[in-house]
């Protein structure tokens, strides 16, 4: 069953409610350092993602799930839309003290709250690099454009339509490709990489051929067909054939192997919501998926 991400929001809206009050019965403020698992987090309880790893320990689960079987000591892995760093410090945890993960985020906003958190985490802030960069599919000179980051239970600021998110600006960031930040780290292997731009994902992937087809990592993305008209250029058909081009699988993350056309995969997923999917390469181990 696929909710709508706005019914999620809403669901998630009733708890934060009954936090709101009992931490302004005791006096608590709604920011703050929270211990959760193995990791500090700096987190805004305003925020849904912040909100999520207060009261459940993480935000999307089942991907620090999978990576946490999936990545072990010594692998390379990126977190692309890094946001606060959700999934970079599990990511960090499971690569050990041998390997190293490259977390991307481009607006000002979620980067700093990124570094904030592997910063409050020292055992693993070592073999992270964060990032703050857009991905597309080519270099430029753009700067200053505003990008989906933010989740807030109450704004008065015009929301996405399918996703709920607020605009944030990437100041600074620079326009760069995959590509060509795997040339500027010399990686030569790439193990994993966690793919969630809300609807930017044809500009990552378009400057990415080049790693995907080289180094061919495992990829745990986002599907979201209403982000855009399947049929426009950044929309999920092309996606779909893009990888299958370079021979990639889809598949849900209990393993179900996602054998339909993009449009019947796409027809799956009702309007107003996602589905968090594993890319494997064909012939490429079969991931741990339970």
Avoid at 41 to 48: A, H
Avoid at 78 to 87: E, K, L, R, S
Avoid at 105 to 130: C, R, V
Avoid at 198 to 204: F, I, K, L, R, T
Wanted: net charge negative; proline share 3%; aromatic share 8%.
């Amino acid at each position: 069953m696929h909710l709508q991400t706005k019914h999620k929001i809403f669901i998630a809206s009733l708890a934060f409610r009954v936090i709101r009050i009992a931490r302004s019965i005791t006096g608590k403020s709604l920011v703050g350092q929270f211990k959760r698992g193995d990791f500090t987090w700096e987190l805004d309880l305003q925020e849904v993602v912040d909100f999520m790893i207060y009261i459940s320990g993480s935000f999307e689960g089942d991907l620090n799930r999978f990576i946490a079987k999936n990545l072990g000591n010594g692998d390379i892995a990126m977190d692309i839309g890094a946001n606060i760093g959700a999934h970079t410090l599990m990511m960090g945890k499971s690569v050990g003290q041998d390997g190293h993960v490259y977390a991307i985020e481009a607006t000002e906003y979620a980067y700093k709250k990124l570094i904030q958190n592997i910063q409050l985490n020292p055992t693993i802030d070592a073999h992270i690099t964060p990032t703050h960069s857009i991905l597309s599919s080519k270099e430029c000179q753009k700067r200053h454009i505003e990008i989906h980051s933010s989740w807030p239970f109450e704004t008065n600021e015009q929301r996405h339509a399918s996703h709920q998110g607020v605009f944030k600006t990437t100041g600074a960031a620079a326009t760069t490709t995959l590509d060509q930040i795997v040339k500027t780290h010399g990686l030569q292997r790439l193990d994993m990489i966690k793919l969630d731009v809300d609807g930017n994902e044809w500009d990552v992937l378009s400057g990415a051929q080049e790693t995907l087809s080289q180094l061919q990592p495992t990829i745990l993305m986002e599907v979201a067909p209403d982000y855009h008209s399947p049929e426009d250029l950044k929309g999920f058909y092309n996606i779909h054939a893009l990888l299958s081009e370079l021979d990639y699988a889809f598949y849900t993350f209990k393993g179900q192997l996602l054998s339909g056309t993009a449009k019947e995969i796409a027809n799956s997923i009702p309007n107003g919501a996602s589905q968090n999917v594993v890319l494997v390469p064909k012939g490429a181990n079969t991931p741990i998926f339970k």
